[in-house]
């Protein structure tokens, strides 16, 4: 579904300098914006529902030296 929005003037004059410039279009631009603050907002959310957890005593921690031996990965 087609999604439309308005910008204030002055994000609109920053992406259609940056458009102009580069030869990409403004809808590029904004796809990868959005996409990159939906990854940034997925990540947050996962790391608030394991810290929820850690608090809540349903899962524990592991320290970085003990995963490291688990894996065989330690020096």
Request: charged share 30%; net charge negative; no cysteine.
């Amino acid at each position: 579904m087609p999604l439309s929005l308005r910008l204030p003037p002055d994000v609109e004059d920053r992406l259609n300098k940056l458009s102009a410039a580069t030869g990409r279009t403004k809808t590029f631009y904004a796809t990868e914006a959005i996409r990159e603050y939906l990854d940034d907002l997925e990540d947050l959310y996962l790391a608030e529902q394991r810290l929820t957890a850690l608090r809540a005593g349903r899962t524990k921690a592991i320290s970085l030296e003990a995963l490291e031996r688990q894996l065989g990965l330690a020096d």
